[in-house]
């Protein structure tokens, strides 16, 4: 999932909340006005990857991907044995159809609970810190984690 940091110039992805370069149309703006941005995003998949491992090496898992390129890569590098499955959305596809429905939903829902993820909204994150620490209690929240 991708969202930004303060403005749309700033994105962010996040696998574990980490900040990404400059990119579409407004990349040469970004640069100008905030400068040179350090790509945390490939190290925040890596981590991903590396704590899935255990579960990946059950030849009954499946690991679905949307299509994004550096995916097949890492899967071939970290987990060689893991079966790796890109789906590709078909249009007007219902929910049975649709693999990649449960992902979504869970995206769905993160902009819809979490005020600064809103699409559209005054209310932004302002740093990358923030956010990951707004999605760890968002997580507990959810899987009903015993907070102190």
């Known amino acids: 999932m991708e969202t930004f940091e303060h403005t749309r110039m700033k994105p962010v992805t996040i ?3 980490a900040p990404m370069y400059y990119k ?11 400068g040179d941005r350090e790509d945390l995003s490939q190290g925040a998949r890596i981590d991903v990857v590396e704590s ?11 690991i679905l991907t949307d299509g994004k390129r550096s995916y097949g890569n890492l899967f071939t590098k970290i987990l060689p044995e893991s079966r790796h499955e890109v789906i590709v959305r078909e249009q007007n596809s219902g929910t049975n159809l649709d ?4 992902l979504n939903h ?10 600064r993820m809103a699409r559209r909204s005054w209310v ?3 740093t990358v810190d923030g956010l990951q620490e707004h999605l760890d209690l968002y997580i507990a929240y959810w899987n009903e984690y015993e907070l102190c």
């Open 15 to 17: 696998a574990i909340a």
């Open 24 to 34: 579409s149309r407004n990349a040469p703006k970004a640069q100008e006005k905030y």
């Open 52 to 62: 899935i491992k255990k579960a990946a090496s059950n030849p009954r898992i499946r």
């Open 99 to 102: 693999k990649m429905f449960s």
């Open 106 to 115: 869970t995206c769905a829902r993160l902009r819809h609970d979490m005020s």
């Open 124 to 126: 932004t994150t302002k």
